[in-house]
């Protein structure tokens, strides 16, 4: 913790009563009385603000700048293991649901103060049998898009994946309780939605 910042009015007059004592030839036994008293009117101001910046410090498992090793480490306690950290930062761990597996991909951008998280490895257009099937892969998402309150389906044009993803804006930190319940989230309706969307990709009817 840095130092606490004396206030410099009360140093003055500490240095002021100290001279000023001298100057008419205090007997010491009242010099030191006089300290003191000074000295405890200090130590009461510096308690008071240590009190004042033990209230402001961040909460635990809050952090306020983010990296991949505390994306890392905020993953393992949210009971999620095997991720890897590529050259770029990119953080990435696969994960096998009930429906689905996929890889869970997280990436900082920093400039922009946010944590862009997605299930990647997802779903393909390449996986619609037909033209009509496509179509209706592509209406389902839209209507999903429509119902959830926590991530978007979106859709590369150029390859044609299909991916889950959601973004937490870190204008004020990151709390590991925030974090975990976000990638819990997109998990489970990542794997929850999938068998419904691979049966319309394979042609079946909305």
């Known amino acids: 913790m840095s130092a606490v910042p004396v206030n410099p009015s009360l140093s003055k007059t500490i240095s002021l009563a100290l001279l000023l004592s001298c100057s008419v030839g205090c007997p010491s036994t009242k010099l030191m009385r006089l300290e003191n008293q000074l000295l ?36 393992k306690q949210a009971g999620i293991h095997g991720a890897q950290i590529s050259e770029t930062g990119l953080v990435t761990v696969p994960v096998h649901g009930e429906n689905a597996s996929f890889t869970l991909t997280i990436q900082h951008f ?13 779903l393909t257009l390449e996986q619609a049998e037909s ?3 496509m179509v209706l892969l592509l ?16 859709m590369d044009p150029r390859s044609g994946s299909i991916s889950l993803s959601v973004e937490i804006n870190l204008e004020d930190g990151l709390g590991i309780r925030t974090f975990s319940a976000v990638v ?9 939605q999938y068998p419904e969307l691979l049966r ?7």
């Open 184 to 192: 819990q989230h997109l998990i489970s309706t990542a794997d929850d």
């Open 131 to 133: 033209s009509p099937a």
């Open 200 to 206: 319309v990709a394979q042609g079946g009817t909305l």
């Open 40 to 75: 405890h009117l200090q130590n009461q101001e510096l308690l008071s603000s240590l009190d004042e910046c033990k209230e402001n410090q961040a909460p635990n498992g809050f952090v306020s700048t983010v990296t991949p090793e505390v994306i890392l480490a905020d993953l």
């Open 139 to 154: 209406t389902q998402l839209a209507a999903l898009n429509f119902e959830l309150l926590l991530g978007k389906f979106q």
């Open 110 to 122: 920093e400039e922009e103060k946010v944590l862009f998280l997605a299930a990647t490895d997802y």
